[in-house]
Nanobody, 116 residues
Framework: VQLQASGGGSVQAGGSLRLSCTASGSIFSISVMGWHRQGPGKQRRLVADITTDGSTNYAESVKGRFTISRDNAKNTVHLQMNSLNAEDTAVYYC???????????WGQGTQVTVSS
């Protein structure tokens, strides 16, 4: 399985960005897809994930600002990030896997930088 992330970049505080991640290969094994992030000097932490049936899970810090969605036909997950602030600055990593191991596969990181 390969996870290809796209999106990211630099934005002013209060702005928006959209991340996308597309899975290829043995995708039958992927029921959960989502995003983690790792800020400077911080541990990698879950941002949001979504199952094939649309159940979502968000970190408290992004609830109400970020929306995760999934296009099962295209094996793609999107993360719409609104009202960004400096605390959202991080490298964002796409992940995917079965329900019992949702972080089994990782995509390359994509940098999100929010300037105040």
């Amino acid at each position: 399985v390969q996870l290809q992330a796209s999106g990211g970049g630099s934005v002013q505080a209060g702005g928006s960005l959209r991340l996308s991640c597309t899975a290829s290969g043995s995708i039958f094994s992927i029921s959960v897809m989502g995003w983690h992030r790792q800020g400077p000097g911080k541990q990698r932490r879950l941002v949001a994930d979504i199952t094939t049936d649309g159940s979502t899970n968000y970190a408290e810090s992004v609830k109400g600002r970020f929306t995760i969605s999934r296009d099962n036909a295209k094996n793609t997950v999107h993360l719409q990030m609104n009202s960004l602030n400096a605390e959202d600055t991080a490298v964002y990593y796409c992940h995917g896997g079965p329900k019992f191991r949702p972080n089994h596969y990782w995509g390359q990181g994509t940098q999100v930088t929010v300037s105040s």
